[in-house]
């Protein structure tokens, strides 16, 4: 059993192998590296201070949560991340300079605060708002586009009455009705 374990060593391969980790041993001799870490190993304090830095709960936590470090690392090595990174990391600085930053840890770390956002942020009236989203911005539009263009005054009942034929007022005139329903009805219930 020992033979072939010698013969196994003797490959030339592993000759090879074994005469630079012999150079390299030499070099770490001369350097004086051999007889430092030699004297710190024989210092019993000093080894237990490195054990200890070694193995306490935050070493074991990561050797336990490996696999799920090696998916993080993953994405933060894919092509265009570092970039996407330095991004985030420029705009969280960005908000901390400015102060936002700070009063937004503050209402996260408040749970009365929160409650109170996330309640106001998801009743029925904002999921209304989302889903007549595209109604709430055909409308904003609408109101722009009028004010950008030139607008004819109404002087006279006669200037409303030749509006009236066309077809778009009256639309319009429909949809302002209703909306005006609508505010009778909510001024109506409080």
Do not use: C, H
Request: hydrophobic share 45%; charged share 25%; proline share 2%.
């Amino acid at each position: 059993m020992e033979v072939q374990a010698i013969d196994k060593m003797l490959t030339p391969d592993n000759l090879m192998t074994i005469n630079r980790v012999l150079d390299l041993l030499g070099t770490l001799d001369r350097m004086g590296f051999i007889d430092l870490i030699n004297g710190a190993l024989q210092d019993d304090e000093l080894v237990s201070k490195i054990m200890g830095a070694m193995i306490n709960d935050n070493t074991l936590t990561l050797i336990t949560q490996m696999s799920n470090l090696g998916s993080i690392f993953k994405v933060i090595t894919s092509e265009g991340v570092d970039e996407d990174l330095k991004l985030v990391f420029k705009m969280l600085s960005s908000l901390r300079q400015s102060g936002i930053l700070d009063p937004i840890i503050g209402i996260l770390n408040d749970q009365e605060s929160l409650g109170k956002i996330m309640g106001s942020l998801v009743n029925d009236k904002t999921l209304q708002l989302i889903n007549n989203w595209d109604s709430t911005l055909d409308l904003i539009n609408a109101v722009g586009n009028a004010m950008k263009t030139e607008q004819k005054p109404v002087k006279s009942v006669i200037d409303i009455y030749r509006m009236m034929k066309d077809p778009e007022i009256q639309n319009g005139l429909g949809v302002l009705f209703g909306i005006i329903r609508e505010l009778g009805k909510l001024a109506k219930t409080k």
